[in-house]
C-alpha cells in the first residue's frame, strides 16, 4: 500500500467520530496473553496475566533470551525470541518495550486483530499513534494506553467531587533511575500528569510554555510546564526524575473548594466553603480527609483491558486519550527546544 492510501485510510478512521463506532470483537471463555518486553515493567505484566482467572499466559519476548526464558521459566509460560511468533496464537498482548519500538511491535499485533495495552507514552509521533488508532479500528482491536494512574484510587475518589477546575498544580518527582531515560522526563513522568489533567479538564490546549534542564543525562532531567486551556483553566505541571525523594501530588482549585491528590499515599482532601462565616469576613470552610487505602493499580489496568476486550467496549484510556497526552507533550518538548541555550 502506498504512503498515500496509508494516510487516506487513517484520516477516514480518525475523522470518522460523527459515525457510529464499530463494535469491537469479544471474546468469550479464556483469552490467551502476552508480554513483548519483560525488562523492569514487563515483569509485573507478565505476573499479573498469570495471576487472573480465565487467562492464560501463553508466552513472553524479550530481545534478552535469557531474560525471557528466567521469566517464562518463573511464571510456567514459553519464551518467544520474536513477537511476531505469537501472532495466531494470542488474543491480547501487552507491548512494554522502550518507546522507539512501539510503533512497530503494536502495529503487528493490530494488523493481526490482537488487541493491544501498550505503556506510555503511545508512540514517538503522532502520525505513528495515528496509524496505529486507525488499525485497531479498522481491525476492531481494543487499543487502551497504559497510564497507569488512571486506576489509582485518589483520582477515580474525585467523581462527584471535581467542578469545573480553574488551576491545577502538579509535581511528579523521583531519584534517578536508569530506566525510561531512553525519553526526556516531560516522556517519561510528565506524561502521566498530562494525560490526568487533559482528563479533568476536557478541554483542549490553547498554550505551553516550558523550561528544562539535562541534569544526568543528555536529555532534559527536570522540567516545568504551564499549560493554558481553551476554558481558561491554567495547569503548572513539574516533573524531576533527578529528586532525593519521590513525590506524586496535584493540587486542584475550583469554586469554593480546593482538593489536594496525593497518588503515592493515596491521600484526598477537600477544603471546601460551607454556609455562613467563621468570624467576620471569613469563609466557613470545612475539611475532609480520606486514605483510600491499599491498591494495585497495575492489575486493575490490565483487568480493566480484559473487561474491554470481553465487553466489545472502549477501554478506559483509549489510543486517542494516549495521542492526546503524547500531543501535549511534544508541545512541551517543543516549548522547550526553543529555550536559549
Partial sequence: MSDLAIKNEISAVIDSSSAEKTQKKTVSGTLRTAVIGVGYLGNFHAQKYAAIQNVELVGVVDNDSKRAAEIAAALG????????????????????????????????????????????????????????????????????VGHLE?????????????????????????????????????????????????????????????????????????????????????ANVTASRISLKSERKMRIFQRNAYITLDFQNRKMLVAQQGSGELFPGVPNVTVKEQELGEADALRSEIESFLTAIREGKEPEVSGRDGRMALETALKINLSLDRRPS
Avoid: W
Fill in 77 to 144: 509460560t514459553q519464551a518467544f525470541s520474536d513477537h511476531r511468533d505469537l501472532i495466531g496464537k494470542v488474543d491480547a498482548v501487552s507491548v512494554v518495550v522502550p518507546t522507539q519500538f512501539h510503533y512497530a511491535v503494536a502495529r503487528d499485533f493490530l494488523a493481526a486483530g490482537v488487541h493491544v495495552l501498550i505503556e506510555k507514552p503511545i508512540t514517538v509521533t503522532i502520525e505513528e499513534a495515528d496509524e496505529l488508532i486507525a488499525l485497531a479500528e479498522k481491525n476492531n482491536a481494543v487499543f487502551q
Fill in 150 to 234: 488512571r486506576f489509582n484510587p485518589v483520582l477515580q475518589a474525585l467523581d462527584g467531587v471535581l467542578q469545573d477546575p480553574l488551576f491545577i498544580e502538579s509535581v511528579r518527582i523521583a531519584p534517578f533511575k536508569p530506566r525510561g531515560t531512553d525519553v526526556n522526563v516531560v516522556l517519561d513522568l510528565m506524561i502521566h500528569d498530562i494525560e490526568i489533567i487533559q482528563h479533568l479538564v476536557k478541554s483542549p490546549v490553547k498554550r505551553v510554555d516550558a523550561v528544562g534542564a539535562p541534569v544526568f543525562t543528555g536529555e532534559e532531567d527536570i522540567a516545568n510546564a504551564r499549560i493554558l486551556f481553551e476554558n481558561g483553566c491554567v
